[in-house]
């Protein structure tokens, strides 16, 4: 099983930009066979799924992305298969942004099966999260 730490977060200000990244703790794993789906949660609120990536060229998936509407046009997610990690480019960050990103792995199929609920795909392995704050 796909072990994943996130980096990245840190404490911005509304308009800023940061950008998150997830990698694999084990070496044997590759990314590019996984969909990719990055979450985040705020205080006392519920895990909402932000953005997903499905695993690419030559894997079962075709590398589409998939945005939640109120980061459209300003998160972008990216593979970056020589250095085996996911990045999440965010811009224009606002203070409703701010909350634990977490990368999660899934199986491609499960998010294809998903179709536009792509977040309610079965992620299996999740890493720790990343703490974004976006003061106003």
């Known amino acids: 099983q796909v072990q994943l730490v996130e980096s990245g977060g840190g404490l911005v200000q509304t308009g800023d930009s940061l950008t998150l990244s997830c990698a694999a703790l084990?070496?044997?794993?590759?990314?590019?066979?996984?969909?990719i789906g990055w979450f985040r949660q705020a205080p006392g609120k519920e895990r909402e799924g932000v953005s997903c990536i499905m695993s690419g060229e030559g894997t079962t998936g075709d590398g589409r992305t998939y945005y939640t509407e109120s980061v459209k046009g300003r998160f972008t997610i990216s593979r970056d298969d020589a250095r085996n990690m996911i990045h999440l480019q965010m811009n224009d960050l606002k203070p409703d942004d701010a909350g634990v990103y977490f990368c999660?792995?899934?199986?491609?199929?499960?998010?294809?099966?998903?179709?536009?609920?792509?977040?309610?795909?079965?992620?299996?392995?999740w890493g720790q999260g990343t703490q974004v704050t976006v003061s106003s």
């Open positions: 999660a792995a899934a199986h491609p199929n499960s998010v294809l099966w998903a179709g536009d609920n792509w977040w309610q795909a079965d992620f299996g392995s």
């Open positions: 084990n070496s044997g794993s590759n990314l590019a066979y996984y969909a």
